[in-house]
């Protein structure tokens, strides 16, 4: 029986020495996952065009991700927005 393929994550690494790239539409939870995978402190987070938006720390993910607000819908753009998720947080 052939095994499903897996599935694919956007994360490039970044030349610029930045961590690892990914989209904006990443969930928290999925971020913190390829953090832990490619054993680094942040991320580099892009828009659509794939211009760099923001780096963001695994200790700021983590934060969020234990606070009373977090839910896992929460995408790495609605943290750059200035959205009420995570106010007390910053890049």
Known sequence: ???????????????????????????????????ASARVEYLTVCDGDNRSTAR?????????????????RIRLRDLLDGSPHSPAFSC
């Open 1 to 35: 029986m052939p095994h499903p393929a897996p599935a694919i994550m956007t994360a490039t690494a970044d030349f610029e020495g930045h961590g690892p790239r990914v989209d904006d539409d990443m969930t928290v939870e999925v971020a913190l996952a390829v953090m």
């Open 56 to 72: 963001i720390t695994q200790a700021r993910l983590a934060g969020l991700r234990d606070s009373s607000t977090y839910t896992d």
